[in-house]
């Protein structure tokens, strides 16, 4: 291909023009008049020192906490091949998309090297580098969340949303505002696939909403026999099934301890929704007075159902007696009945508690979060389903309350919600999981700007991974939902 210029194009004046923007731009600079090395590496934000990362995630765009005073920031990358790359920018770097997945294929199963400068006050900072490795394991292309204030006390504005983890692509599945404000909860997929769906919402148009196959059904989940909503969704496998929990939850808000938000629950049960019969199962262990049952989750080939359970207490007067032990019991998919009950671990016995148990798709391991009472989180522990042994993610625990997790199809990444940063907002973290089990650091997810997360005053919850783009039908649920006819399930 040959280019050309137009007859009229005077290149002599298209030149000197070039020359005199040049020269305004240096001319405007801030002159460097000192360089000082750093014997140390530099504080980024977000902290992507040391991770391991997909071959197919955003780019990890970053600044320093020196944010604010900086005046440029400048990064040399050098690939294991000798490639180097120089990125700029006045207070963070931000990379093309085509030459960050450049250096992403050159370095799968690699690391790359990041050398950061920063000026500040006419005097530059040269730190130390540090690498990032890259996996040949993809993450799931999708991942699906709430957004809403952060003390959980109040709904009048929240949505659930997709963003696409290849990007910066974010897309508004529902905003509650179309809903009448009614409080949007708990979405949940079969194995990633969006096409089988369900989430709660609560409020005057209280229902349980299922897609499936593309078709929105709104349901009264409230039978005579069993009169609470059906909370925490997790989809069997085959899709025919919908594990639920039933909870009469309860919040209290504290004025002066770090734990701010209680919840916890009045009573709970466990129930499995039978689509094709339009009918919930249960069973004497996952409903009875003496317990609360919650929390319920599949494994990978359906033939177990994970569960929480606790001895029940009156927990306005005695919350920080609560703990919850992990069960399983045996699910016949044929004929929708229940079998045997096996503890898997009793933390009730070490005055702890367990909270989220989700089975990696590869049947190899079980992920909960391990902390002290209730039904809050602190920590993550991994139980490996072969040999019993658990286990802390020591890499990518943070200090601060870590919660609700989601396996990657290929049970290679976790993503979970925390509040490490600040302990007010949670944010979304990416670990890699090791064949053994253990995790590398995590890393919060990317976004086109370091400082989005930090001016979005709106906490992420309920983090999800998927395939597929999670996509609803606005218009089709709006009416659905604001006509009040619902589909009864029975008992």
């Known amino acids: 291909m040959k280019y ?9 004046r298209c030149l000197t023009l070039i020359m005199m923007i040049a020269f305004f731009i240096v001319s405007c600079s801030e002159k460097i008049s000192n360089t000082i090395k750093m014997n140390c590496q530099p504080k980024l934000w977000p902290d992507y020192i040391g991770v391991t990362i997909p071959k197919n995630i955003a780019p990890l765009n970053f600044s320093t906490e020196n944010f604010d005073s900086l005046t440029q920031i400048k990064a040399t990358i050098k690939t294991l091949d000798g490639t180097e790359y120089f990125f700029s920018g ?3 770097i931000s990379f093309d998309e085509k030459t960050w997945k450049e250096i992403l294929q050159k370095s799968i199963n690699q690391e790359f090297q990041i050398e950061i400068s920063e000026v500040k006050n006419s005097t530059e900072y040269v730190y130390k580098p540090f690498f990032i490795k890259v996996s040949e394991f993809e993450v ?29 692509d974010q897309t508004t599945v529902v905003d509650n505002r179309l809903i009448n404000a009614n ?11 969006t096409e089988f769906a369900s989430l709660h919402i609560r409020g005057d148009l209280s229902a ?16 005579d026999k069993y009169k609470l909503n059906c909370v925490y969704p997790y989809w069997h496998p085959s899709g025919r099934f919908i594990a639920y929990s039933q909870n009469n939850t309860a919040q209290a808000f504290h004025c002066s301890s770090p734990n701010r938000v209680e919840v916890y629950d009045l009573k709970s049960r466990v129930v499995v929704y039978d689509t094709l019969e339009n009918k919930l199962l249960t069973t004497k262990a996952l409903n009875n007075d003496s317990t609360f049952t919650t929390e319920p989750a599949f494994s990978n080939d359906g033939k177990y159902l994970y569960f929480t359970t606790a001895k029940a207490l009156d927990m306005a007067k005695h919350t920080q007696e609560v703990r919850y032990d992990i069960c399983r019991i045996e699910f016949n998919a044929q004929n929708g009945e229940f079998g045997k009950v096996d503890t898997l671990l009793k933390l009730s016995s070490d005055t702890l508690t367990a909270a989220f148990p989700r089975p990696s798709y590869d049947g190899k391991y079980l992920l909960y979060t391990k902390f002290n009472y209730g039904q809050f989180a602190i920590w ?8 019993g042994k658990t286990f802390a993610l020591e890499k990518s625990n943070g200090k601060d309350a870590d919660s609700y997790h989601s396996w990657s199809q290929n049970s290679r990444w976790i993503i979970f919600e925390s509040r490490r940063d600040d302990g007010f907002y949670t944010r979304l973290y990416i670990a890699f999981v090791n064949e053994d089990g253990t995790t590398e650091k995590a890393f919060m997810i990317p976004q ?13 919850n309920v983090p999800e991974f998927s395939t597929k ?12 939902l604001k006509s009040k006819e619902k589909k009864q399930f029975k008992d």
């Open 4 to 12: 050309y210029f137009q007859k009229k194009f005077d290149l002599k």
């Open 90 to 92: 006045e207070n963070f």
């Open 140 to 168: 799931d292309k999708y991942v699906s969340y709430r957004l809403l204030a952060p003390g959980y006390e109040i709904y009048s504005r929240m949505g659930i949303y997709c963003r696409n983890l290849e990007n910066f």
């Open 183 to 193: 409080c949007l909860n708990c979405h949940s997929f079969k194995q990633g696939d």
């Open 208 to 223: 349980t909403v299922l897609k499936k196959n593309g078709k929105i059904e709104i349901c009264n989940p409230v039978t």
């Open 380 to 387: 993550h522990k991994v139980l490996n389903l072969k040999n």
């Open 448 to 460: 086109k700007s370091p400082e989005d997360n930090r001016r979005l005053m709106l906490s992420y």
């Open 469 to 480: 783009e999670f996509k609803l039908n606005k218009a089709e649920l709006e009416t659905k």
